[in-house]
């Protein structure tokens, strides 16, 4: 079946630790994108990337870095200074065009203790 | 900038009623909009999207929704609702050249019996 997976689905890390989020799609889109989604404030756009080795910073890119190696894969990496990790993250993937919907993962809930 | 608005974060209904749940945005050129529907510790899914051509929309789970560019509205409905509609539900533009959606804060809707 086709979609998108994220990894793992609970992480809890201590304070001061870098933590990477996977993201692997297998819809053969182009575009993938990082959302961040905490109680009462919608989904806001952390990084997004239209294509292999070209990324873009969203609305609250500060204290997270991306890759994009390869076209199934867009990992986020939540960095120490990021100052409240503790968050849902959901990754979505889409092809081109601006009409096409995002599909999304089921999401990766991160506890910073 | 685009900008959506969902005026309430909580609509509690008992099974079998109708629902409204409202989403206004604005935005200075023409948009496409979405709903989707997120169950508890999941990712989201799309109910509908407004493209362009007629004003109402059918989605999944028996949900419509009417495009009123004059109000700039997009308001969800359903003429009755089921225990299992209970969820979170959100409103989403698409903003820029590329597919970055800019989401709402959400509204929670409560099904009781």
């Known amino acids: 079946d086709g979609g998108i997976t994220q990894s793992p689905k609970y992480l809890f890390r201590k304070e001061g630790q870098n933590v990477t989020l996977s993201c692997e799609q297998n819809?053969?889109?182009?575009?993938m994108y990082w959302y961040r989604q905490d109680p009462g404030q919608g989904l806001r756009l952390i990084y997004y990337s239209q294509i292999v080795n070209d990324f873009q910073k969203g609305d609250i890119a500060e204290g997270y870095s991306v890759s994009r190696e390869k076209k199934e894969s867009f990992p986020l990496t939540v960095t120490s200074a990021q100052k409240n990790p503790t968050a849902f993250y959901l990754c979505a993937s889409s092809s081109q065009g601006r009409s096409t919907e995002a599909f999304f993962g089921q999401g990766t809930r991160l506890t910073v203790v | 900038a685009q900008s959506v608005t969902q005026l309430d974060s909580q609509v509690p209904v008992f099974e079998e009623a109708p629902v409204e749940l409202r989403c206004n945005y604005s935005?200075?050129?023409?948009?496409?909009l979405f709903w989707y529907v997120q169950y508890p510790n999941q990712g989201l899914q799309l109910l509908l999207k407004y493209l362009s051509g007629s004003t109402l929309v059918k989605g999944i789970n028996g949900f419509e929704a009417e495009f009123n560019k004059s109000q700039t509205s997009f308001h969800l409905r359903k003429p009755s609702v089921h225990i299992s509609d209970t969820a979170e539900y959100f409103c989403?533009?698409?903003?820029?050249?590329?597919?970055?959606?800019?989401f709402g804060k959400g509204t929670m809707l409560l099904v009781s019996p």
């Open positions: 989403a533009v698409i903003r820029g050249g590329y597919s970055t959606l800019t």
């Open positions: 819809l053969n889109h182009d575009a």
């Open positions: 935005s200075s050129v023409s948009v496409y």
